[in-house]
């Protein structure tokens, strides 16, 4: 458990600047950021449903990030700079879905690569994204990363001004956790970053 904690912390810490970094007037913040088990991920989309645009982070890879856009549309319009929201909101999000999946990809997990990178010392480039649109999609990425066992999956709730929420989903593999385990410095460079500590990468 305090394993779990550990990379839950580090990755909260990195998602939180990604955020600040993208939206400076703190606006969009990261309202909640927990933890489930892949499980419990599972028995979600059994009941309701899966619909998700999933970027894998890393070689091998070595995490999953995932976004559901219900309800994201004023998020969406800040990410892409659009003044006017009442745009995207007279529409259903996932008839924009294709347009957006280049910039989403852009703009947060491009971001977080980035943030995650200067973390662990060496690049962690984002694919382009893909839907996961199935609980057997799911499973199967589940099960590939965490090699049949059970995996932590981080839950954060993007909130902005306008009510707008955004859920991400970070699922990391069990190889980088095993990394985290075995070479810990990247846990001490992230919380030495949350005190306000400059570090050289």
Aim: glycine fraction near 8%; avoid cysteine; hydrophobic fraction near 45%.
């Amino acid at each position: 458990m305090r394993r779990v904690n550990l990379v839950r912390e580090l990755l909260e810490i990195a998602l939180r600047e990604s955020l600040a970094k993208i939206d400076p007037s703190g606006k969009m913040e990261l309202s909640e950021f927990r933890v489930i088990s892949s499980s419990d991920l599972v028995i979600e989309g059994l009941l309701e449903g899966v619909s998700l645009v999933g970027f894998a982070i890393g070689e091998g890879p070595e995490l999953i990030m995932a976004f559901d856009f219900e309800n994201s549309s004023a998020i969406v319009s800040r990410l892409l700079k659009l003044k006017k929201t009442g745009i995207l909101e007279t529409y259903d999000i996932r008839d924009l879905m294709e347009s957006l999946l280049r910039e989403m990809g852009n703009v947060i997990a491009g971001q977080f690569a980035s943030r995650l990178s200067n973390i662990m010392g060496y690049d962690l480039l984002p694919s382009v994204p893909f839907p996961i649109k199935t609980v057997d999609q799911l499973e199967r990425i589940l099960n590939f990363l965490g090699g049949g066992k059970r995996l932590p999956v981080f839950v954060g709730l993007v909130h902005d001004d306008h009510g707008s929420n955004l859920d991400v989903y970070i699922i990391p593999s069990a190889g980088f956790i095993e990394k985290l385990a075995e070479h810990p410095e990247p846990f001490r460079r992230t919380f030495r970053r949350s005190r306000g500590v400059e570090y050289a990468r």
